[in-house]
């Protein structure tokens, strides 16, 4: 067991290599996968130390209020299990030649695991319809399905196959983004975390790399909103590459 000065040089290795990999995370993330490894650590020394290492810890966002009605109900309808609510959106990118790729990325509001991300030049209609199809067999169809007035999901092939398998949708209403903030949420994180810092020559590399992300991200990655801990933990939980503290074999 390291103790003293020896524990706390260990310590601070191990919270420069979180930081050097995660370079988007702030302390609270950085100090639950420590404990994930082994440390027994509270946020606020995780904070200090990385603050005397210089190392740069963002800012607290303010909360957002929540849209409400008049009679006091929330505007949208909130996920209360797993499997209840899905919703999928689109984001956009470019490779190393400028050429433009989306990503569709599809989400459990409940759980807040990213079910898929995929990558293409173009997608439409039948492109969401498979995807989710894969997912349906995999996974089972979920209640609602919600999504923006995008015309890949308003088509009518989408708005007629959904019903048929037992799928309610929901669009928001146009010009509303905050109506599907579980998604708009994720498309942050993914941009902030992945598509801002890759470098990409082919869409094929984009998705390799995304899938990749996507398992720390589902298994791996502490949620504020789960109480630092991942959507979809594996048991045991994957440990990040760090070496922990030293506790004698």
């Given amino acids: 067991m390291l103790n ?30 420590l404990r994930v490894a082994g440390w027994s650590v509270s946020d606020g020394r995780v904070e200090r130390l990385l603050r005397r290492e210089g190392l740069k810890v963002p800012h607290k966002q303010p909360k957002k209020g929540r849209l409400w009605l008049n009679n006091g109900s929330c505007v949208r309808l909130r996920p209360e299990y797993r499997n209840h609510i899905w919703s999928y959106d689109f984001v956009h990118c470019r490779t190393d030649d400028g050429k433009a ?41 979920p209640s609602f399905i919600r999504s923006d007035n995008g015309p890949e999901f308003s088509a ?3 708005q007629d196959w959904l019903p048929r398998v037992g799928v309610k949708p929901m669009r928001i209403y146009p010009g509303s983004p905050w109506e599907n903030v579980y998604n708009e949420r994720f498309n942050g994180t993914l941009r902030r975390e992945v598509l801002n810092t ?33 959507p979809a933990p594996e048991s045991p939980l994957e440990k990040p590459e760090i070496t922990g503290p030293d506790t004698g074999g």
């Fill in 101 to 141: 790729f989306r990503t569709l990325n599809i989400l459990d509001e409940h759980s807040r695991e990213c079910l898929a991300i995929k990558v293409k030049r173009k997608l439409n209609s039948s492109d969401v319809i498979d995807a989710l199809t894969d997912l349906f067999i995999l996974r089972a169809a």
């Fill in 198 to 230: 890759e470098w990409f020559a082919t869409t094929e590399q984009a998705q390799i790399v995304i899938n990749h992300w996507l398992k720390h991200y589902n298994h791996t990655r502490p949620h504020q909103a789960l109480n630092m801990r991942p």
């Fill in 156 to 158: 009518v092939a989408m």
């Fill in 4 to 33: 003293g000065r020896a524990d706390e040089d260990q310590l601070v290795a191990d919270i420069i290599e979180l930081a050097r990999q995660f370079g988007r995370y702030g302390y609270r993330r950085i100090a639950a996968l």
